[in-house]
T-cell receptor, first 114, second 115 residues
Framework: AQTVTQSQPEMSVQEAETVTLSCTYD???????LFWYKQPPSRQMILVIR????KQQNATENRFSVNFQKAAKSFSLKISDSQLGDAAMYFC???????????WGLGTSLAVNP | ETGVTQTPRHLVMGMTNKKSLKCEQH?????MYWYKQSAKKPLELMFV???????ENNSVPSRFSPECPNSSHLFLHLHTLQPEDSALYLC??????????????FGSGTRLTVV
């Protein structure tokens, strides 16, 4: 069965510092997509970054980047120059290429300290 | 107006009440979804609609009844709920029926409390 594991229920970072959120997944598929979503107190789930499994290059979106290790089935999110507005729940999600379902992790609550 | 809009934002209902949640998207997407978000659990996909047709029902109890009159609107009709149904209900939409590759666009959810 496909699963997504986020081993850090809570994390904290100082403003302007860098933090890395961990995500591992289990799958036997070769074609799939991985996502990081952010859910701030406003509750709206916002797509932060996506990665196609067939691409070796790590995805980046401004201050957000991923470290995608396909063999290790690891997909961590790095947030650089953390800002107060980055405080939120972060969810890792997986989607097989031939399936419409997203498999979700339990989330990591990130606090940003001023 | 753009994005995915959900109403109401908060809802408190008794176990014998009937209420409805509404979701509207102005993105031109053709697929819409209901998710349930409970504490300490992964998001649970409840229903999927593709071009107004229900394509997925993940063993959701019949006290939850979805309705999709067109590709832009999605409802979740609630009746005789249980306290364990209290949760955040999220609506999402996607451009393609799978949502794969491009993820979903979510609304801000309805916080439901069943008393």
């Amino acid at each position: 069965a496909q699963t997504v594991t986020q081993s850090q229920p809570e994390m904290s970072v100082q403003e302007a510092e860098t933090v890395t959120l961990s995500c591992t997944y289990d799958t036997s598929e070769s074609d799939y997509y991985l996502f990081w979503y952010k859910q701030p107190p406003s509750r709206q789930m916002i797509l932060v970054i996506r990665q196609e499994a067939y691409k070796q290059q790590n995805a980046t979106e401004n201050r957000f980047s991923v470290n995608f290790q396909k063999a290790a089935k690891s997909f961590s999110l790095k947030i650089s120059d953390s800002q107060l507005g980055d405080a939120a729940m972060y969810f890792c999600a997986y989607n097989a290429g031939n399936n419409r379902k997203l498999i979700w992790g339990l989330g990591t609550s990130l606090a940003v300290n001023p | 107006e753009t994005g995915v809009t959900q109403t109401p934002r908060h809802l408190v209902m008794g176990m014998t009440n009937k209420k409805s949640l509404k979701c509207e998207q102005h993105l031109g997407h053709n697929a819409m979804y209901w998710y349930k978000q409970s504490a300490k659990k992964p998001l649970e996909l409840m229903f999927v609609y593709n071009f107004k047709e229900q394509t997925e029902n993940n063993s959701v109890p019949s006290r939850f009844s979805p309705e999709c009159p067109n590709s832009s609107h999605l409802f979740l009709h609630l009746h005789t709920l249980q306290p364990e149904d209290s949760a955040l209900y999220l609506c999402a939409s996607s451009q393609e029926g799978g949502g794969r590759g491009y993820g979903y666009t979510f609304g801000s959810g309805t916080r439901l409390t069943v008393v």
